[in-house]
């Protein structure tokens, strides 16, 4: 057999074990490739970027659900993270947290999950019961305080935010403002105070949540009761809302609105002005991952991006409390940051916000009917 004839009989064995070789190859890198949603969330490779934005690539989209108010800081946010991703259209759905978490649980139950992140107050709790998050870990989060990132990686913060009063400058002098949770008690202030019920998280449940955690829930329902004898109305509008009441006129004190409000309204010349108490509430607002994320490459992108100094900037430019502690609050709102006004803070954690005001709310039913 010549060289010839004996390279044309073994060719096709030849080209069949390179195929197949390469076939192999091929279908390792596919194999290594298909990573699942909680490998994607956990990625810690040193090819995380390329990794991450090479799926999102083939996603081209990722969905976020939100609680923030969206020309302020969500429509921002989300338009800065397309200009970084232009291959990522994003896309936003906003709503209160309590909407966000129907929302995700209806389409959790219909198997058709429409969210990637889901980002507001409160959230956490039951969307980590109802077994509906993702844990996952950022980078841009290792800098981050400890209490403000989930030691399980169910959530990580985005921002913070600071309860307090407001008051009708018109009708509260600077000097006759009460500067304590006992000056409210006060028989001058009866009928002149009114506080949101039935937002939950925040509003009077968190403020008698904020006093269980001061005092212990013996002293604080024992003032629970004298502050009932006040005459404190009930309003069932929002914090936001409740603020302009007292710009109006409607009402002298308003009680646990985010203290930012009256800032923001006072720079446009209404007779509004926050009246912090010490402790001074803190909540924060979390970043999760739907547990099912359809787009979980692009969805990891979008949580570093909000996380990043780059992202928080944008919540920052929205009159918001950045969470990442290498960005300063605005000059126009730090007048109610606690470490920059030295006064004390109380952080209540997404799981005490769950677990203690539910009996908030009993004792507001039960003393303020």
Same mark, same amino acid.
């Given at each position: 057999?010549?060289?010839?004839?004996?390279?044309?009989?073994?060719?096709?064995?030849?080209?069949?074990?390179?195929?197949?070789?390469?076939?192999?190859?091929?279908?390792?890198?596919?194999?290594?490739?298909?990573?699942?949603?909680?490998?994607?969330?956990?990625? /810690? #490779?040193?090819?995380?970027?390329? $990794?991450?934005? *090479?799926?999102?690539?083939? &996603?081209?989209? +990722? =969905?976020?659900?939100?609680?923030?108010?969206?020309?302020?800081?969500?429509?921002?946010?989300?338009?800065?993270?397309?200009?970084?991703?232009?291959?990522?259209?994003?896309?936003?759905?906003?709503?209160?947290?309590?909407?966000?978490?129907?929302?995700?649980?209806?389409?959790?139950?219909?198997?058709?999950?429409?969210?990637?992140?889901?980002?507001?107050?409160?959230?956490?709790?039951?969307?980590?019961?109802?077994?509906?998050?993702?844990?996952?870990?950022?980078?841009?989060?290792?800098?981050?305080?400890?209490?403000?990132?989930?030691?399980?990686?169910?959530?990580?913060?985005?921002?913070?935010?600071?309860?307090?009063?407001?008051?009708?400058?018109?009708?509260?002098?600077?000097?006759?403002?009460?500067?304590?949770?006992?000056?409210?008690?006060?028989?001058?202030? /009866? #009928?002149?105070?009114?506080?949101? $019920?039935?937002? *939950?998280?925040?509003?009077? &449940?968190?403020? +008698? =949540?904020?006093?269980?955690?001061?005092?212990?829930?013996?002293?604080?329902?024992?003032?629970?009761?004298?502050?009932?004898?006040?005459?404190?109305?009930?309003?069932?509008?929002?914090?936001?809302?409740?603020?302009?009441?007292?710009?109006?006129?409607?009402?002298?004190?308003?009680?646990?609105?985010?203290?930012?409000?009256?800032?923001?309204?006072?720079?446009?010349?209404?007779?509004?002005?926050?009246?912090?108490?010490?402790?001074?509430?803190?909540?924060?607002?979390?970043?999760?991952?739907?547990?099912?994320?359809?787009?979980?490459?692009?969805?990891?992108?979008?949580?570093?991006?909000?996380?990043?100094?780059?992202?928080?900037?944008?919540?920052?430019?929205?009159?918001?409390?950045?969470?990442?502690?290498?960005?300063?609050?605005?000059?126009?709102?730090?007048?109610?940051?606690?470490?920059?006004?030295?006064?004390?803070?109380?952080?209540?954690?997404?799981?005490?916000?769950?677990?203690?005001?539910?009996?908030?709310?009993?004792?507001?039913?039960?003393?303020?009917?």
């Amino acid at each position: 057999m010549t060289s010839f004839e004996w390279m044309r009989a073994w060719a096709p064995s030849v080209a069949r074990a390179v195929a197949g070789a390469g076939f192999a190859v091929l279908f390792g890198l596919s194999q290594a490739n298909a990573l699942t949603v909680d490998e994607i969330a956990n990625y /810690k #490779g040193p090819d995380r970027q390329k $990794v991450l934005e *090479g799926g999102a690539r083939k &996603e081209g989209k +990722v =969905t976020i659900y939100s609680g923030m108010i969206v020309d302020q800081a969500l429509r921002p946010m989300t338009e800065a993270f397309h200009k970084k991703y232009p291959f990522i259209d994003a896309e936003f759905w906003r709503g209160a947290s309590p909407q966000i978490v129907q929302k995700a649980l209806a389409e959790s139950r219909a198997g058709k999950m429409q969210a990637d992140v889901l980002e507001s107050t409160s959230l956490a709790p039951p969307l980590v019961r109802a077994g509906l998050a993702q844990h996952f870990h950022s980078p841009e989060s290792d800098s981050y305080p400890k209490e403000l990132v989930d030691p399980k990686g169910n959530w990580a913060s985005t921002r913070l935010s600071y309860f307090g009063a407001a008051i009708n400058t018109n009708l509260v002098k600077k000097d006759e403002a009460p500067k304590t949770w006992n000056d409210l008690l006060d028989p001058k202030w /009866k #009928g002149k105070i009114a506080w949101r $019920v039935g937002g *939950g998280d925040t509003g009077a &449940e968190l403020f +008698v =949540t904020n006093l269980r955690l001061l005092w212990g829930d013996a002293k604080a329902e024992d003032y629970i009761k004298k502050l009932a004898k006040q005459d404190v109305v009930g309003y069932t509008s929002s914090a936001r809302q409740l603020v302009n009441q007292v710009m109006a006129g409607e009402y002298a004190i308003a009680l646990n609105i985010f203290l930012h409000h009256p800032l923001i309204s006072a720079r446009k010349g209404a007779p509004v002005a926050p009246d912090p108490m010490e402790p001074i509430p803190a909540l924060n607002g979390t970043v999760l991952m739907a547990k099912k994320a359809p787009h979980p490459y692009a969805a990891m992108l979008l949580i570093d991006f909000m996380l990043s100094k780059e992202g928080q900037k944008t919540f920052l430019a929205g009159d918001y409390f950045p969470a990442n502690p290498a960005i300063e609050p605005s000059p126009e709102l730090r007048g109610v940051v606690p470490s920059v006004i030295g006064m004390k803070e109380q952080f209540i954690s997404p799981d005490q916000v769950n677990d203690l005001n539910k009996k908030s709310e009993e004792w507001i039913k039960k003393y303020f009917r």
